[in-house]
């Protein structure tokens, strides 16, 4: 038996079937008109609302771009209209990939609460260029994202003794990238050779996170200053130190120099051998 009810005899359930969850659409969120702010059951105080959603407060036209994201950017960019170069265009465009690429790169607890520390590492490594490698094996994890099988859940055995930042897509690991190494308590081996964004906080997070485990480190082509070095120095495990030639930087060579008499047992090369592998599989 079919019913053919009349548009006029299902009106008066459309407010039922439309309220039966908190999701609203944006055409529905228009129909109902802004609503009082709630915070655990009671009103959004007065007093901490922004100054452009006070009652009495006046506001223009240009409000719609400082609600939700406040951003000087864009008003300053309309005040340029007239006078807008081609210059000022390329240094906005590179001010939103660096945006772009910082938000790529962030730690994500979803991730590492699904797969781990270690699997979640070998998941934002390889899926951007570098090299893994798990304890007790001898071939790298690499490849391109349609090629690598890794697993979407945990797995056990997915120890990361190594990582080859050497060829990090777009333009290098940047500080909130390096996050994604924390927990990775049996990483000896890292390289970062030819990041540029690699700096003194970079090592000083890497000391943090990987001081007590990290044996071998490759920073070639980074930003290293004297405050690096100190950075470097709380690395206990440290015993192999590869950087690029400091030349004239008086500054520079006296850290290291320094470092190597607090240190005699880390040895610091500029050469274009690379020894951290050998050792690392000898076990010395």
């Not at 005040?79 to 807008?84: E, N, S, T």
Request: proline share 5%; charged share 25%; with cysteine.
């Amino acid at each position: 038996m079919t019913l053919n009810l009349k548009p006029r005899y299902l009106r008066p359930l459309y407010p039922l079937c439309r309220s039966y969850c908190d999701y609203k659409s944006i055409y529905e969120r228009d129909e109902a008109g802004p609503q009082p702010r709630k915070v655990h059951g009671r009103l959004y105080p007065e007093w901490r609302r922004p100054w452009i959603q006070r009652d009495g407060e006046w506001s223009s036209k240009l409000s719609v771009f400082i609600e939700k994201s406040p951003s000087m950017h864009i008003l300053n960019a309309m005040q340029k209209i007239p006078h807008l170069t081609v210059q000022d265009i390329k240094e906005w465009w590179g001010q939103m990939k660096m945006i772009q690429e910082i938000e790529n790169q962030r730690y994500l607890p979803e991730r590492v609460a699904a797969l781990g520390s270690n699997l979640a590492a070998v998941h934002f490594f390889t899926y951007r260029n570098c090299a893994v490698r798990i304890k007790g094996q001898t071939e790298w994890i690499e490849g391109d994202i349609t090629t690598l099988n890794l697993p979407d859940t945990y797995r056990d055995g997915y120890l990361v003794e190594a990582v080859n930042c050497a060829k990090f897509h777009h333009n290098g690991i940047r500080y909130e990238g390096l996050q994604n190494l924390s927990g990775l308590s049996l990483l000896k081996w890292l390289s970062l050779k030819n990041n540029k964004h690699v700096d003194v906080w970079c090592l000083d997070r890497i000391a943090g996170q990987n001081g007590d485990s990290l044996e071998y480190l490759n920073i070639e082509g980074c930003n290293l200053c004297p405050g690096g070095v100190l950075a470097i120095a709380k690395m206990q495990a440290l015993k192999f130190l590869k950087i690029s030639d400091p030349g004239d930087h008086v500054e520079l060579q006296a850290a290291l120099s320094m470092l190597e008499q607090e240190r005699p047992s880390l040895l610091i090369t500029a050469a274009d051998i690379d020894i951290g592998d050998n050792v690392l599989k000898e076990g010395t």
